[in-house]
């Protein structure tokens, strides 16, 4: 059975790429997942305030509490010395991920990664806006403008990992496009504080996806499959191979694990893979490009259960 893909203009194996997490941070674990049928992985992402300069102590007392240089998992120089030894241990595509929300001096960090050898960039942006004075449009904007500093400054293809908190997100995506992007990420995952009511605080809290997660992509996969040019990647809520299945039928390229990893281990992909060949096989389809996309906005025989008609029509279905 054929499972290779095309990925930002790389060719990957299988459709299965290892999202941006701690999961490569042991060369070892990422050949593992390699043999187990990964297509490629993302590195941890490299945070823009770790190359930013700091504002003076009297300025930030007010300003958010980012943590120390010494906290981060990996320093600049660290970062690039990983990634060189990532490339020596995989032969499959290893891309560096850039988390950041505005322009800056730490999207030149780009061209380093570039020389150390990444495959590709996956430009990961997470901005949580709390001044009223700062519109919509502004910070979209300032994400064009980033898109388009990491693309001038490398050769290899960039990925743009956005939320699903936008007012327009199809708009968003074509100008993402337009800016230098070669493919869109749907969607970030947001961690949110959780309150603690003994203490009285705001705590932060991880929490591993599931598979609920994953129709909030499905829909803008198919929305966005039809009109974007370049590659569309499905990030949360992958647990099995149906939901890979789906995701590509929307029109996804690739899937990103995470969260199924980090609760299976790395032999989950072989039952991913298995999974994905076994529905393939009772088809007598030969590669994913022969389903991708038949379900999305275009191709769909029901093109509005994507739109507002279906929450119409579940509302009034639904017996409480």
Known sequence: ???????????????????????????????????????????????????????????????????????????????????????????????????????????????????????????????????????????ETAMLATVGEVAAAVRIPLAVKISPFHSSIAQLAVALELAGADGIVVFNRFFQPDIDIEDLVARPVLQLSDSAELLLRLRWLAILSPQLRGSLAASGGIHGSADAIKAVLAGADVVQLVSVLLRHGPHVLTTLRRGLELWMQQRGLTEPGEFRGRLNLARCPDPGAYERANYIRVLHSRRF
């Not at 990964?38 to 003076?56: C, D, I, T, W």
């Open 1 to 139: 059975m054929n499972l290779t893909t095309s990925y930002l203009g790389l060719r990957l194996r299988s459709p299965f790429v290892v999202g941006a997490s701690p999961l490569c941070d042991d060369p070892h674990q990422a050949r593992q997942l390699e043999d187990a049928g990964a297509g490629a992985v993302v590195m941890r992402s490299f945070f823009e305030e770790q190359l930013e300069p700091r504002p003076p102590p009297a300025a930030s007392d007010a300003a958010p509490a980012f943590p120390e240089y010494a906290d981060y998992q990996l320093s600049p120089a660290g970062y690039l010395r990983h990634l060189e030894n990532l490339k020596e241990t995989l032969t499959i595509p290893v891309i560096a991920s850039l988390n950041g929300h505005q322009p800056g001096v730490w999207t030149e960090f780009a061209r380093l990664l570039e020389q150390a050898g990444a495959d590709a960039i996956e430009l990961n942006f997470y901005q949580v806006v709390t001044d009223p004075a700062i519109a919509a449009d502004q910070v």
